[in-house]
């Protein structure tokens, strides 16, 4: 398909993406003006939109910022987690097993709705995730704790594979080494692996992540939290219901957890109680504590539950860093006209 002047504006964002042709002035001061006024004129319909939306329901906040790290951790920023099935392609990457739960795709629909209708076939989806990643976490979920800017330029993928997102995404029951050697596939430090786990504090899980938690020893979990929160409220319900990420945000409280967990802030809070709790065994995932056992990344886990502005600064940057994973070398890019289905 054609890229439009805007598409190559805003593409000068991302290094390597930059495409250029003559006469698109992007190098001149007066084409940088441009950039940053069509930019912001994009953030804008972004924010607005992720408003809306968490204004009628937070939690979509929490799950737009996992959809974000699940669709970059598998093949780069390309949108690939948004894809919906076809004949063609029955089993994309939302349908993995590692994807359970994912949600915010409407919320990502109606941005691009609106962006479609203001500048057509202009700005990628994966953009749009990041964007929306950015404003659900910083405007709303860390009440303007979490704060950066975005670059912009990723173009959406045309390849989504289950086996794909099961091969490259953090398991729930990972050791802190597989962990470690899992993120740094990606390019991320073991430290930047904590720094990233703090998202935690925010969203819910499946008890089929975690079950295996039921059963483990109290040396690695709350006996109290494991008995009478965790195991009651996987008994209960459906056959596979979902339990807050964070204790201090699950109408607990009772007897002796009181002392373990951040007074809450209110909401659905992205702050740095995830590492507080983590050191007094009060997480959800075998993942979690596990990061409290290695001397790799137990020093980090005490640093950012003591300096909870220290993680705010630290978080920002991971997820900076995490908006520029690339695709693989020679893949096929486009502008969607829907999040949801290639162009052709």
Not at 91 to 102: D, Q, R, V
Request: glycine share 10%; net charge neutral; charged share 20%.
């Amino acid at each position: 398909m054609k890229v439009s002047a805007l598409v190559l504006v805003l593409a000068g964002g991302l290094p390597g993406r930059r495409r250029r042709r003559a006469g698109d002035g992007a190098g001149h001061p007066d084409g940088r003006l441009l950039q940053r006024q069509m930019q912001r004129s994009v953030e804008g319909i972004v924010r607005e939109t992720v408003k809306a939306a968490l204004n009628a329901d937070l939690t979509k906040g929490a799950a737009l910022v996992r959809l974000f790290f699940h669709d970059c951790f598998v093949r780069g920023c390309d949108g690939s987690v948004l894809l919906d099935p076809t004949y063609a392609n029955p089993y994309p990457e939302k349908t993995s097993g590692a994807n359970i739960g994912l949600r915010g795709f409407d919320v990502i629909d109606a941005i691009k709705a609106n962006l479609e209708s203001a500048c057509p076939s202009t700005v990628s989806c994966a953009d749009i995730l990041a964007f929306a990643a950015r404003d659900a976490s910083g405007g709303y979920l860390s009440k303007g704790g979490i704060d950066y800017a975005v670059p912009a330029g990723r173009l959406d993928g045309v390849v989504s594979s289950a086996a794909d997102a099961e091969s490259n995404l953090p398991g729930s029951t990972f050791d802190v080494a597989t962990l470690i050697s899992n993120f740094a596939t990606k390019g991320f430090t073991p430290e930047e692996l904590v720094i990233l786990s703090g998202a935690h504090s925010i969203g819910r899980a499946h008890c089929s992540s975690f079950r295996d938690r039921l059963s483990s020893p109290s040396g690695e979990i709350n006996p109290y939290f494991r008995d009478n929160i965790l195991a009651k409220d996987c008994d209960a319900g459906p056959a596979d219901p979902t339990v807050e990420n964070n204790i201090q945000r699950d109408g607990a409280g009772p007897g002796n957890l009181t002392s373990y967990v951040v007074p809450a802030r209110g909401g659905a809070s992205l702050d740095n109680s995830y590492y507080v709790n983590s050191l007094n065994s009060v997480v959800l995932f075998h993942s979690d504590w596990a990061i409290v056992g290695s001397n790799a990344t137990r020093l980090h886990v005490h640093e950012y539950a003591d300096n909870g502005t220290l993680w705010n600064l630290d978080f920002a940057d991971a997820l900076v860093k995490l908006s520029k994973l690339a695709m693989p070398p020679g893949s096929t890019g486009e502008i969607r006209k829907t999040c949801r289905a290639t162009n052709y």
